[in-house]
């Protein structure tokens, strides 16, 4: 039964990316490799595909930009295909978002399901990113335009 698991968890783990999304000069998007250190006064767009459970979690964690010397930035992430999260992500999520705000940086979360928007305000971690912050599922594309338009602010009112 513990290999099992063990097998499962390593599986997960392996199974879990993130990707970073731009646009190209027509407008498309593209995926790229997530940047090592967070550039400052950009939105960086970020896709995660495979589990958020356990393991998967863990090694998503390691593949997140650094942070530490990043100013004025804003993180996206899409959450859309999650309608539940696992602890461990939640966790992560919370870190990445405090370490972000160390330095004026902001996370934004885009496309949450209704059940993972409730599983934040029950863990109190939606207090934790700010409500503002968080955009719930809507019309294809919509939250993703949302965020973007905040986040285009955001940046322009701390400036460069």
């Given at each position: 039964?513990?290999?099992?698991?063990?097998?499962?968890?390593?599986?997960e783990s392996e199974n879990t990316t993130i990707v970073a999304l731009e646009t190209d000069a027509?407008?498309?998007?593209?995926?790229?490799?997530?940047?090592?250190v967070l550039p400052d006064n950009k939105v960086t767009f970020l896709k995660i595909y495979g589990?958020?459970?356990?393991?998967?979690?863990?090694?998503?964690?390691?593949?997140?930009?650094?942070?530490?010397?990043?100013?004025?930035?804003?993180?996206?992430?899409?959450?859309?295909?999650?309608?539940?999260?696992?602890?461990?992500?939640?966790?992560?999520?919370?870190?990445?978002?405090?370490?972000?705000?160390?330095?004026?940086?902001?996370?934004?979360?885009?496309?949450?399901?209704?059940?993972?928007?409730?599983?934040?305000?029950?863990?109190?971690?939606?207090?934790i990113l700010g409500e503002e912050n968080v955009f719930q599922l809507s019309a294809h594309g919509?939250?993703?335009?949302?965020?973007?338009?905040?986040?285009?602010?955001?940046?322009?009112?701390?400036?460069?």
């Amino acid at each position: 039964m513990a290999l099992s698991f063990a097998v499962f968890a390593f599986k997960e783990s392996e199974n879990t990316t993130i990707v970073a999304l731009e646009t190209d000069a027509e407008g498309y998007p593209v995926e790229s490799p997530v940047p090592a250190v967070l550039p400052d006064n950009k939105v960086t767009f970020l896709k995660i595909y495979g589990s958020l459970f356990f393991a998967g979690a863990k090694n998503l964690e390691e593949d997140l930009p650094d942070v530490d010397k990043t100013h004025n930035a804003v993180v996206i992430l899409n959450l859309r295909g999650y309608n539940e999260l696992g602890a461990t992500f939640i966790t992560v999520l919370e870190r990445f978002a405090k370490d972000l705000q160390k330095n004026d940086n902001t996370l934004m979360l885009v496309n949450v399901d209704p059940q993972v928007y409730g599983q934040l305000v029950k863990t109190n971690r939606l207090r934790i990113l700010g409500e503002e912050n968080v955009f719930q599922l809507s019309a294809h594309g919509e939250t993703t335009r949302q965020a973007n338009e905040r986040a285009d602010k955001l940046i322009k009112k701390k400036g460069p």
